[in-house]
C-alpha cells in the first residue's frame, strides 16, 4: 500500500502548476515590453547611420578631388571616369549630379535637392548648396530633418584670395 502512494504522489507533480505557468508567461510579457520599443526603431537609426555614411563619402570624395588638383591645376579633374569640373581653388563645383556620381551617392537610395530649394519637406538649400535627403522619408516632414548638405568652397574677393572649403553638414534629429 505504501508503494501506491508514493507512486500516486509521484505522478501529481509532474509539470508546471497553472500558477507558474502564469507567472512565466507575464514575465516574458514584460521583457517583450521593454524590449519591442528598442526594436521598432532600428529604421530610423539605420537612416541615421546611411545619412553619416553619405556625410563620410562626400568628405572622401571632395578630399581626392582637391588633391588631383592640387597636383595637375587643371579642370575638370578626372576622377574613376567621371570628369569632375572644380572651381578656382580646386574643389567641386554645385553641379548636384556632379556631386552625386562622385561621392557614388545612388538616386534610388537618396533625393537631390537642388540649390535654392525651400519647400516644407525638404531642408532649405543657398545658391551654393545641394542635399541628399534618404529615399525613405523624402516628401515628409522628416526630410527637413534627416539630410546631407553640400556647400560649395567660398573664394573670397581679397588679395590674395582666402579660400574656405566646402562645409558638408548633416542632420539626423528627423530620421
Given at each position: 500500500m505504501k508503494k501506491f502512494s508514493n507512486?500516486?504522489?509521484?505522478?501529481?507533480?509532474a509539470g508546471f502548476t497553472l500558477i507558474e505557468l502564469i507567472v512565466v508567461i507575464v514575465i516574458l510579457g514584460i521583457l517583450a515590453a521593454t524590449a519591442l520599443?528598442?526594436?521598432?526603431?532600428?529604421?530610423t537609426?539605420?537612416?541615421a547611420a546611411s545619412v553619416s555614411a553619405v556625410r563620410g563619402s562626400l568628405n572622401a570624395a571632395t578630399a581626392m578631388v582637391h588633391s588631383r588638383w592640387l597636383i595637375s591645376?587643371?579642370?575638370?579633374?578626372?576622377?574613376?571616369?567621371?570628369?569632375?569640373?572644380?572651381?578656382?581653388?580646386?574643389?567641386?563645383t554645385i553641379a548636384t549630379t556632379q556631386i552625386a556620381s562622385m561621392a557614388g551617392i545612388n538616386s534610388t537610395d537618396y533625393t537631390t535637392i537642388a540649390p535654392n530649394s525651400?519647400?516644407?519637406?525638404?531642408p532649405t538649400t543657398g545658391a551654393s548648396e545641394t542635399a541628399f535627403v534618404p529615399i525613405s522619408v523624402a516628401g515628409t516632414s522628416k526630410a527637413?530633418?534627416?539630410?546631407v548638405k553640400y556647400a560649395a568652397a567660398v573664394i573670397s574677393s581679397a588679395t590674395p584670395p582666402v579660400v574656405t572649403p566646402p562645409v558638408i553638414s548633416q542632420d539626423t534629429s528627423g530620421c
Open positions: 507512486s500516486m504522489r509521484r505522478s501529481q507533480q520599443p528598442r526594436f521598432m526603431d532600428v529604421g537609426e539605420a537612416r591645376q587643371t579642370s575638370p579633374v578626372k576622377m574613376e571616369g567621371l570628369d569632375v569640373t572644380v572651381d578656382a581653388a580646386g574643389y567641386p525651400s519647400v516644407a519637406t525638404a527637413a530633418k534627416c539630410y
